[in-house]
């Protein structure tokens, strides 16, 4: 089973938003055997979206269409369905009463002649419920392809992908599993993982597929496969993984090599210690903290965090001594050791987490080159830091420093 997804929309073409749509239609198809072999975006134009509708069914057994169903004259999507499956126009009056029962309820807006026109559907079409918008979702059948099409709206398509397509895809067609396992690796570069791998690698199983997922930082490795027995497919893989353990033990997340995110892993492994940990930022700005009260009922591990950005804020809020930001620099692991030790003692954590550097584009308060990182770490026994030296531009030095330091308590953890 395969699955091309179109969607449809100038703002996505022209960067005003992002197309999530796309992501959580593949992963939910993907939950249920089938493969999504192209994801395609298009603008809100009659014959772009034929064409493309027309290549679709040559490739795919399910089509997948998000957008261009609103009551707007840019929203061409059922028309074009109708010169597509030549087919016309009818009104629905289940569609219809929903309409006018959700204007009436919740829409706090006099209904008019365009929203009533949302009930106008192809006659050909399985029409699929909303609940929580006019447009109703479309079932239609060409050949062997079948084209489900969905209005753009993020909670309203997800909505319609869990009640009404996903159980129907389920009833209509025998599907293959697919599995996939993900670890996740930290410290070491994608290329140098496939040296320790090489021999692994070249010996799986053609069924099973492997994957490298490389971020800042870190490299999730994906191992999936396609089979008609997912017990014997989920033991193929599982199997697999257990051979790369031992090669890659020294980096692995958590020792385990969970596909979660670092901070999650440090926020259990916190938890499981019964203890504490705070954060003391000035070149990440916030980032750190961001990040890590990302994880739900990270309240059980967290004390809090400071962004002591300015050199004064440094001395004023975290106490660190004038003399010794003049003597060592505010750049420096002096200056970074003390706002860990002094922010430890601020939120009564028994973790803290500091990060001090330039970031740039410019030096700032400091001489340090741009790319100059220091982060330091107090723990129950000891303070130290480490100096990084890190290439790109400000977001790219920002991003490497918040995994450092995530990386850096990991490993205390651990």
């Not at 197309?19 to 603008?43: C, F, M, P, R, Y």
């Not at 597509?84 to 008019?112: A, C, G, M, W």
């Not at 001395?315 to 970074?336: H, Q, R, T, W």
Request: charged letters at 25%.
């Amino acid at each position: 089973m395969t699955a091309e997804i179109i969607t449809i929309g100038d703002e996505i073409l022209i960067g005003q938003i992002v197309d999530t749509n796309s992501a959580h239609i593949a992963q939910e198809l993907n939950k249920i055997g089938i493969s999504v072999h192209q994801i395609t975006s298009i603008e809100d134009e009659h014959s772009h979206i034929l064409t493309t509708l027309e290549e679709a069914s040559k490739r795919a057994d399910i089509v997948i269409i998000t957008g261009g169903l609103g009551p707007t004259r840019d929203d061409v999507t059922k028309h074009v369905l109708c010169e597509y499956f030549d087919d016309v126009l009818v009104r629905n009056d289940e569609v219809l009463q929903h309409v006018e029962d959700l204007f009436r309820k919740i829409i706090n807006t006099p209904i008019s002649d365009l929203n009533r026109e949302q009930a106008m559907v192809p006659s050909k079409a399985i029409v699929l419920h909303n609940k929580f918008g006019t447009a109703p979702g479309l079932w239609m059948k060409k050949d062997k392809t079948v084209f489900i099409a969905m209005p753009g709206v993020p909670f309203e398509m997800k909505t319609l992908m869990e009640l009404e397509v996903i159980p129907k895809i389920v009833k209509e067609f025998k599907r293959p599993f697919i599995y996939h396992k993900t670890i996740r690796t930290y410290g070491l570069g994608e290329s140098a993982i496939a040296q320790r791998l090489e021999t692994w690698e070249n010996n799986l199983p053609k069924a099973i597929k492997l994957a490298y997922l490389p971020d800042y930082g870190t490299v999730r490795l994906r191992l999936s496969g396609k089979g008609e027995d997912r017990e014997l497919l989920k033991i193929s893989i599982e199997g697999e993984f257990k051979k790369v353990y031992p090669l890659l033990e020294d980096i692995l997340s958590n020792g385990l090599g969970e596909a979660e995110d670092i901070s999650v892993s440090i926020s259990k492994l916190l938890i499981s210690k019964k203890q504490f940990l705070c954060f003391a930022e000035s070149c990440t700005g916030g980032e750190i903290a961001a990040r890590f009260t990302k994880i739900p009922g990270v309240s059980s591990c967290f004390k809090g965090g400071l962004v002591t950005y300015a050199t004064h804020s440094k001395e004023d809020i975290l106490k660190i001594p004038v003399g010794v930001i003049e003597k060592n620099s505010v750049v420096s692991a002096e200056v970074a050791e003390k706002m860990a030790e002094n922010a430890k003692k601020i939120f009564k954590s028994d973790y803290a987490l500091s990060t001090t550097g330039n970031a740039g584009p410019s030096k700032g308060d400091s001489d340090a080159e741009v790319g100059t990182v220091f982060i330091g770490l107090a723990t129950p026994d000891r303070i130290f830091s480490k100096r990084f030296e890190f290439e790109g531009g400000r977001e790219q030095i920002v991003e490497k420093s918040v995994n450092e330091a995530f990386k850096i308590i990991l490993k205390e953890l651990i």
